[in-house]
């Protein structure tokens, strides 16, 4: 009698086993996706890595009310919260992602890394100084990748490499919007010039992501630009009295539809590159589509009007700067836009479902796996 009780606890013993690895193993389970993040990109989803470039200098990022929202201190992040990384990474059942910077030489990123700079530009600042444009010298995609292959070596060395980067999630941007602001909000250039650029930027994305196939990668993810014409301080510095400039969400008409000519380029190439590499999980992001769902209802998601800045000054768009000095309107739960360019938690949360669960990613991230 007890050999079959304890005969019975082994079958039950098994089926368990069984399960847990079924569920594991299941489609969409997190568990089973990715052991790493790797990210490059700007101050959408930089998470302190240009807050450790600045030492022990003053910065307005480095003091409330920046990360008020969930870390209640700041974290480095241009944000009142988490940004799109962090709600990835939760996503996916893998610890916050880490900026690489203060860990470059010594850090073994078992979650992975983050190579994201405020300011980062695709391309590097000798293309925009060749053009007449000083921009400044923040760690374009090429630095980050240099930065990148620096750390894969060192912990994981060939053929070690390969097999790192195959079951790491790569997210590459969202990248290249700097190189379009920097032109767009100087008022001394002719804004029908930044068409120019978008075939080099979209280049370089491409490029980089052609590389990290060559490494190894097997799963990367290409976001696209968001929709800069209802970005607080695009209305605030080129508002005009004319209606028909303007979209019916109150958003600016031409600077929508530059970041959709952006988002265009890059999805044909993406595609373009899935062809050649057919066996790679390239996801196209549509940060365009998925930020319009909060413009076009915006109380759907308990936002006001998305269309002015949590933190900063005054006028139509409370556009000025975020600092421990400036004025919050209400409750950054209740705003889309944080502090005049990048968004808050509540709008980063609700791009990053529309990418994790569909429609606005090609394939949906959580479908990938």
């Known amino acids: 009698m007890a050999s079959e009780r304890q005969g019975h606890r082994s079958i039950s013993s098994c089926i368990l086993l069984v399960t847990v690895v079924l569920l594991l193993s299941a489609p969409g389970s997190s568990s089973s996706c990715y052991k790493r993040i790797f990210a490059f990109g700007d101050s959408i989803i930089d998470t302190g890595n240009f807050v450790y470039s600045t030492g022990s200098a003053p910065n307005a990022l480095k003091e409330f009310p920046y990360g008020m929202t969930f870390f209640h201190h700041p974290t480095g992040r241009v944000c009142d919260g988490r940004v799109l990384l962090d709600f990835y990474a939760q996503a996916l059942g893998l610890p916050l992602v880490q900026p690489s910077l203060p860990e470059q030489r010594w850090g073994q990123c078992t979650f992975g890394a983050n190579f994201a700079v405020f300011a980062a530009t695709a391309l590097p600042p000798e293309y925009f100084q060749r053009r007449g444009l000083s921009i400044p010298g923040s760690a374009n995609l090429g630095m980050q990748m240099g930065w990148f292959k620096e750390v894969v070596q060192r912990i994981a060395p060939e053929p070690g490499a390969r097999r790192l980067l195959g079951e790491s999630l790569i997210i ?16 001394n250039k002719t804004r029908e010039t930044a068409y120019q650029f978008i075939p080099d930027v979209v280049n370089r994305i491409i490029s980089i992501a052609q590389e990290l196939i060559d490494l190894g990668a097997k799963t990367i993810m290409i976001p696209g630009n968001f929709p800069i014409g209802c970005v607080p301080k695009y209305l605030n510095d080129h508002q005009t009295g004319n209606r028909a400039d303007y979209d019916q969400f109150g ?28 066996w790679v999980k390239l996801i196209y992001a549509d940060y365009f589509g998925a930020a319009m769902e909060i413009f076009k209802n915006p109380h759907r998601f308990g936002i006001g009007d998305p269309l002015v800045a949590c933190c900063g000054g005054g006028g139509r768009y409370h556009v000025g700067t975020c600092d421990k000095h400036s004025a919050i309107m209400g409750s950054p739960a209740n705003c889309a836009n944080w502090d005049g360019i990048h968004m808050t938690e509540k709008a980063y949360n609700v791009i990053a479902d529309g990418v994790l669960h569909g429609p606005y990613a090609t394939p949906p991230l959580l479908h990938s796996c």
């Open 172 to 187: 590459l941007g969202e990248i290249g919007g700097n190189d379009y602001n920097f032109w767009l909000l100087n008022n």
């Open 251 to 278: 958003c600016l008409r031409w600077y929508n539809d530059f970041s959709m000519r952006h988002n265009t380029a890059l999805f044909n190439e993406v595609n373009r590159l899935r062809a050649r590499h057919p």
